[in-house]
């Protein structure tokens, strides 16, 4: 079975940087996409961003790009976010999650890990 753990959450101040990681087990190939999504409080969870298993054609939704970066060791099956510049609207808690295959779609999810950013 394979799980998915985020760690590296944490409190920071508007313009301060958290990086958040996620380690996976249960599974021996290579995971073709993994990503991170979030979700404020009161709102629908989103997409934050994504990358596939060469660690190339990263995507970002609008509102991280230039702020968050996402890479990957495709070996270790691991993800990582790092996050700059954090604004406050970026509190959340955000999920790691993988697409096993490119037919296949975000259906592996792990707990989450809280981000809250303060002004």
């Known amino acids: 079975q394979v799980q998915l753990v985020e760690s590296g959450g944490g409190s920071v101040q508007a313009g301060g940087s958290v990086r958040v990681s996620c380690t996976t087990s249960?599974?021996?190939?290579?995971?073709?996409?993994m990503g991170w999504f979030r979700r404020a409080p009161g709102k629908e969870r989103e997409f934050v961003a994504s990358i596939i298993r060469n660690a190339a054609n990263a995507e970002y939704a609008n509102s991280v790009k230039g702020r968050f970066t996402i890479s990957r060791d495709s070996a270790q099956n691991s993800v990582f976010l790092q996050m700059n510049d954090l604004k406050p609207e970026d509190t959340a808690v955000y999920y790691c999650?993988?697409?096993?295959?490119?037919?296949?779609?975000?259906?592996?999810w792990g707990q989450g890990t809280q981000v809250t950013v303060s002004s």
């Open positions: 999650a993988a697409m096993l295959d490119p037919f296949g779609s975000f259906d592996k």
């Open positions: 249960g599974i021996s190939s290579t995971i073709y996409r």
